[in-house]
């Protein structure tokens, strides 16, 4: 079955720590992986993506992913958190046919202490 | 700006109401799609649509229904409200075909509150 799991509900850094954020996918076929960032009381912002080629993927706000595929994993990570990072984030795969629904996962919540 | 526009933020009905939650796109996207916001539930998807008057079942669909008359309107229906319904509810639309542009675009969210 296809599914997509972060493994940490939530999670807390210190302000200017760095940080990653777990995610592992059970995908059939070559899929493409997204990370979304949600701030309390708003929609879904894209923060990167993966489709192909260099593992390493590079996004808004300073965030980057690495894609292991031999791990089924697409880890999240920033060198330095800020207070405003905190906020709500979910991984997603999503079909090579672009027409079918994103699959998320439970979603990690990340406070900043200062 | 892309964009996808949800007609209301906050909404409270009365269990019993037919509600209408309504989502508009301006990206010419061919698909689009309901999830539903629970806590520690993550994004559930409810319904989707990948044409004008076609659809899709999500993974729960029970109690709700909707309609997609035109390519930039896709609607939520909820026939009979109830508090079980009571919810964050969050609107998408995603390109058709491959490649690098594939990301599902969301709205700012309906929370739903049914009393």
């Known amino acids: 079955a296809q599914s997509v799991t972060q493994p940490d509900i939530h999670i807390t850094v210190s302000e200017g720590a760095s940080l990653e954020l777990r995610c592992n996918y059970s995908?059939?076929?070559?899929?493409?992986l997204f990370w979304y960032v949600q701030s309390p009381g708003q929609g879904l912002q894209l923060l990167l993506k993966?489709?192909?080629?260099?593992?390493l993927v590079q996004g808004i706000k300073g965030f980057e992913a690495e894609f292991k595929r031999s791990q089924s994993s697409f880890n999240l990570r920033k060198p330095s958190v800020h207070w405003s990072d905190a906020a709500e984030y979910f991984c997603?795969?999503?079909?090579?046919?672009?027409?079918?629904?994103?699959?998320f996962g439970k979603g990690t919540t990340l406070s900043v202490s200062s | 700006d892309v964009k996808v526009t949800q007609s209301s933020r906050y909404l409270v009905k009365r269990t019993g109401e037919k509600v209408f939650l309504e989502c508009v796109q301006d990206?010419?996207?061919?698909?689009m799609f309901w999830y539903r916001q629970d806590p520690g539930l993550g994004l559930r998807l409810i319904y989707f649509?990948?044409?004008?008057?076609?659809?899709e079942k999500g993974d729960i669909p029970e109690g709700y229904s909707v309609s997609r008359e035109k390519k930039e309107r896709f609607s939520l229906i909820l026939e009979s409200a109830s508090t079980n319904q009571t919810s964050m509810y969050l609107c998408?639309?995603?390109?058709?075909?491959?490649?690098?542009?594939?990301?599902?675009?969301f709205g700012q969210g309906t929370r739903l509150t049914v009393v």
């Open positions: 649509s990948y044409d004008v008057k076609m659809k």
């Open positions: 998408a639309s995603r390109a058709t075909g491959t490649g690098l542009n594939t990301e599902a675009f």
């Open positions: 990206m010419d996207h061919e698909n």
């Open positions: 993966y489709f192909s080629g260099d593992t």
């Open positions: 997603a795969v999503g079909p090579y046919q672009a027409g079918t629904a994103l699959i």
């Open positions: 995908y059939g076929a070559t899929p493409y």
